[in-house]
Each structure stands twice: as C-alpha cells, then as structure tokens.
C-alpha cells in the first residue's frame, strides 16, 4: 500500500529535528552564560568605582573637619599620608588627600584634593574628588 512506503522515506526526519533543537538550545544556552559573565564583571567594576567614590569623597571631608576644626591650626597639610578605612563598606579602600591654600583679597581659599582608592591589580578603581572653600 502507499501509506507504508511514504513512512519508510521519513523515518529518520524526527531525529534529525530533534538534534537541530538539541543544538540551537545549546547556542543559545551558552550565549546566554557568556553575556550573564561580562555582565557580572561590569557590575562589579561599577561597585568598585562607586566605592572609590565614596572613599574619595569621605577623605576630603575628613580632611576638611580637620582642617576647619576650632582646636586645629588653620593651615593646609601639603600631602596627608594614605589612609585604610575600616568600616564595612569601605573595606579595602583607601584615601589620599592633599591640600593647597590662596589668599586673594584676605579671603583664604582651601582647596581639598582626595584621592580614593578600592581593590588591588586588574580588579581596582581610583576616584578623584576636588572641594574648594573659602573662610
């Protein structure tokens, strides 16, 4: 009869068309790994930046309350030596400021510079923070 010799030519289309979606399933499983992965690594580099951030301006307002302290002279520290945080968020962070003062016109300007720092090698981010006040 003809239904039987129209079976025997199709006999090996289903296997066929599940390997297809067999591998097309892969592609885009491993497509999707691969974007999930740099998409982990940017959003780790923008939490570091943001904390470097963070680091960069709680320097410079350290720096400025020390500097504007009643009990304090009155005069900028050229370069103040590095210093670690130790707070949770800011773990593995550092600060480095600096300071420069004018005077024009017997008003002093302040001028704070905080350098922050988070993670180490590949792995790191440094922000620059830049305050000016006067007094």
Excluded: W
């Amino acid at each position: 009869m003809c239904p039987n010799r129209s079976l025997r030519r199709e006999a090996g289309l289903g296997l066929i068309s599940a390997i297809f979606v067999i591998v097309i399933l892969a592609i885009v499983v491993v497509g999707m790994s691969n974007i999930a992965t740099v998409s982990q690594k940017y959003r780790s580099q923008e939490i570091l930046a943001a904390r470097a951030l963070f680091a960069a301006e709680s320097g410079a307002q350290l720096h400025l309350s020390t500097l504007l302290h009643p009990e304090n002279s009155q005069t900028c520290a050229t370069m103040a030596a590095p210093a670690n945080f130790t707070t949770q968020g800011l773990r593995e962070c550092s600060y480095q400021a600096s300071c420069a003062q004018v005077t024009i016109n017997t008003i002093d300007y302040f001028t704070v510079k905080s350098v922050g720092r988070c993670g180490t090698g590949v792995d790191s981010a440094t922000r620059v923070v830049e305050m000016r006040i006067s007094r």
